[in-house]
């Protein structure tokens, strides 16, 4: 069974501070790596997709994939309280699909 | 553009009851998932229709769950009879269904959402 892991949270981070979110994969074969933003009540949104060992950059976020250690994350720099939301990680699992793990919920406090 | 359109947003029955849910995809995507989201869990797959065919519906409980996509572009979901666990957000997403090995953006409805009495 594929199974994608991170930290339910809440990450607790104050305003204009990173916020560093983790998620870990078990299918080493897997490709293609999604952050996906879920406000409460509001179906997930996509923020960033990576494939690529390293960084990728985009306004003020950034994805960070190792897939030696099958480790993603995603930063957020200069966090707003309107970053807060559920912070999904989800891992292709071939055919286009999907596989995602329970979320991080990040609270920016004022 | 419009976006992924689902009906109804909310439905409470009771147990052992039946209940449909629809989803209208964007205009050109062949590639149609319907996903069951418990409270506090990450979206879970159920099924994925390639065009009017079924890709992948290997975690659709399918003593009580159909779903079909006839003409390649709607698609419902059933439950019949539901159970007390059945209680969740069901969302669609589409997607283009072009080949891509490494990106294939999938865009959510605003889903429905299912209490089970």
């Known amino acids: 069974q594929k199974e994608v892991e991170q930290n339910s949270g809440p990450l607790s981070v104050p305003e204009g501070a990173i916020a560093s979110l983790n998620c870990t994969y078990s299918d080493r074969g897997s490709q293609s790596f999604f952050w996906y933003r879920q406000y409460s009540g509001k179906s997930p949104e996509l923020i960033m997709f990576?494939?690529?060992?390293g960084d990728k950059e985009d306004g003020r976020f950034t994805a960070q994939l190792n897939k030696a250690s099958q480790y993603v994350s995603l930063l957020i720099r200069d966090s707003q309280p309107s970053d807060s939301a559920t912070y999904l990680c989800?891992?292709?699992?071939?055919?286009?699909?999907?596989?995602f793990g329970a979320g991080t919920r990040l609270a920016v406090h004022p | 553009e419009a976006g992924v359109a689902q009906s109804p947003r909310y439905k409470i029955i009771e147990k052992r009851q039946s209940v449909a849910f629809w989803c209208n995809p964007i205009s050109g995507h062949a590639t149609l998932y319907w996903y069951q989201q418990i409270l506090g869990q990450g979206p879970k797959l159920l099924i994925q229709f390639q065009n009017n065919g079924v890709v992948d519906d290997s975690q659709l409980p399918k003593d009580r769950f159909s779903a079909e996509r006839l003409k390649g572009v709607d698609s419902t979901l059933k439950i019949q009879p539901a159970k007390l666990e059945d209680s969740a957000v069901y969302l669609c997403?589409?997607?283009?269904?072009?080949?891509?090995?490494?990106?294939?953006?999938?865009?959510f409805g605003p889903g429905t959402r299912l209490t089970v009495l």
């Open positions: 989800a891992v292709s699992g071939g055919y286009n699909k999907l596989i």
């Open positions: 997403a589409s997607s283009s269904g072009l080949e891509s090995p490494q990106y294939n953006e999938q865009f």
């Open positions: 990576i494939y690529s060992n």
